[in-house]
C-alpha cells in the first residue's frame, strides 16, 4: 500500500488546459473520490495518475517514487474503465486472472482469489462464459473483478458503476466499500454522482474546469461548501440559490424580504444595493408550521410540480411573480396541486451568502 501525491499538476490538449493546479495526496489506504460535472477534468487526473496521460507539467509520486517517466505497466496500479476492457475471446475466469498471470502469480492462489472476488461481485455462475454473453452490467462487475484480483498497489476507477442497474448499483457499492475495508488499497474513484462520492469517500475533490474547488471529509464539504459551485453541486435536490440585493438592513429577493441578522451585517460589512446570493438547502424549508421564533420568517411560493417519492415529497415551485426556482424536500406524502400556493418557514440561521460574481462563501465565514 501506498500514498499518492500530485503537485501542481497541469495537462493542456494543444491549447485547451484540461486541468491546472492539481494539488492534494491521497494517504496510504484511503478513499478518495473525484466527483464533479462533465468536462471538469477529474477523468484527465486519474488517467495521469495510471500512466495513460503524460502531465504538461508538475510531478506525480506514487510512494515516494517520481514516476513522471515511468510507462504505466511498471506503475503497479490496477484501472477499471467506464467501459469494460475486456477480452473477449477469454472467459469471466480469464479475464479476472489475466493481471496475475502476467505478473506470474501461483495458479492455485490465481484460482482461489478469482473464486473469491466473483463470489463477492456475484459472478461465481458465469465464470465459464465469454463477455458477449454477459449483460453490460455483468461485464463491468467482471472488469471491477479483474482489478480487485490484481491487488495493485493502487486502485482506480473511472465511474465503474455507471452502466449498472439501480439496485445493483448499490449492491455493488456497498461490496466496493466493504472490499475496501477489508483490502485498505489506496483508492482514487472517479464518479459524477454525489451519492457515490458520499457513502465511499473518506475524502472527495471536487473539481469545475479543471481546478479543485474544495478538499474534505463528505459530509464537511456538504455542511461547508467552499463556494456556490460546491453547494449546488453536492446535494440532491440542489441547494436553492436566491439571488438578492441588501437594502435597509434586510435581502430583498424579487418582492419578498428575508431580515438579514446584526450579527451577519457585523460580519460581512455589507453596503446598500449589494447583490448576494442566498442559499438554502431544500431540507432545511418547511411548509404551513407555525413561526417559533423571530429568525423563522416566511415565504410564499407557487408549486409547479410535484414527486412522491414514497418516504419523502420533493415539490419545485417557485416565488411568487418571479422566475426563481425553489425545491422543497418533505418527509412523508403531502397532498398539493399545481398552481396551490404555499408559505415557507425558513430560518435565517440556516442560509448560506455567497457573491454573487465570483461565487465564494461568505456566511458562515
Known amino acids: 500500500m501506498v500514498k499518492v501525491r500530485l503537485e501542481d499538476i497541469k495537462r493542456k490538449f494543444n491549447n485547451v488546459t484540461a486541468i491546472e493546479d492539481i494539488t492534494f495526496e491521497v494517504p496510504d489506504g484511503e478513499f478518495w473520490v473525484l466527483v464533479g460535472p462533465s468536462g471538469c477534468g477529474k477523468s484527465t487526473i486519474l488517467r495521469t495518475i495510471a500512466g495513460l496521460e503524460t502531465a504538461t507539467s508538475g510531478n506525480l509520486y506514487i510512494g515516494d517514487v517520481l514516476v513522471n517517466t515511468i510507462p504505466a505497466r511498471q506503475r503497479d496500479v490496477a484501472m477499471v474503465f467506464q467501459n469494460y476492457a475486456l477480452y473477449p475471446h477469454m472467459t469471466v475466469a480469464e479475464n479476472m486472472a489475466f493481471g496475475l498471470r502476467m505478473r506470474k502469480v501461483d495458479a492455485n492462489v490465481i484460482r482461489q482469489r478469482v473464486e473469491t472476488v466473483a463470489r463477492s461481485l456475484s ?94 471529509e463528505p459530509q464537511s464539504v456538504y455542511a461547508q461548501p467552499a463556494n456556490r459551485m460546491v453547494a449546488t453541486f453536492l446535494g440532491n435536490p440542489p441547494m436553492n440559490i436566491l439571488p438578492a440585493k441588501y437594502k435597509n438592513g434586510n435581502f430583498v429577493v424579487e418582492n419578498q424580504i428575508i431580515p438579514c441578522s446584526v450579527h451577519v451585517r457585523n460580519a460581512l460589512h455589507l453596503v446598500e444595493g449589494q ?28 408549486v409547479k410540480v410535484v414527486e412522491p417519492l414514497g418516504r419523502e415529497t ?41 457573491d454573487s460574481n465570483t461565487g465564494d462563501r461568505l456566511y458562515p465565514c
Do not use: C, W
Not at 425553489?326 to 418557514?345: E, F, M
Open 123 to 216: 459472478l461465481e455462475h458465469l465464470l465459464e462464459r465469454k463477455p458477449k454473453q454477459l449483460s453490460g452490467g455483468q461485464q463491468q462487475r467482471v472488469a471491477l473483478g479483474r482489478a480487485i484480483a490484481r491487488e495493485a498497489q493502487v486502485f482506480l476507477f473511472d465511474e465503474p458503476l455507471s452502466n449498472l442497474d439501480a439496485q445493483l448499483r448499490d449492491d455493488t457499492r456497498a461490496e466496493l466499500k466493504q472490499l475496501h475495508q477489508n483490502l485498505g488499497i489506496t483508492t482514487v474513484y472517479v464518479t459524477h454522482d454525489q451519492v457515490e462520492a458520499m457513502t465511499l469517500a473518506d475524502r472527495i475533490v471536487v473539481l469545475n474546469q479543471g481546478r479543485i474547488q474544495q478538499i474534505g
Open 314 to 354: 420533493l415539490i419545485r415551485a417557485s416565488l411568487l411573480s418571479s422566475s426563481v426556482q425553489v425545491n422543497i424536500q418533505q418527509a412523508g406524502a403531502i397532498r398539493l396541486r399545481l398552481g396551490d400556493r404555499l408559505s415557507l418557514g425558513l430560518d435565517v440561521n440556516q442560509l448560506f451568502i455567497f
Open 275 to 302: 447583490a448576494v446570493d442566498l442559499g438554502i438547502r431544500p431540507e432545511d424549508l418547511f411548509i404551513n408550521e407555525p413561526q417559533k421564533n423571530e429568525e423563522v420568517i416566511a415565504l410564499t411560493v407557487e
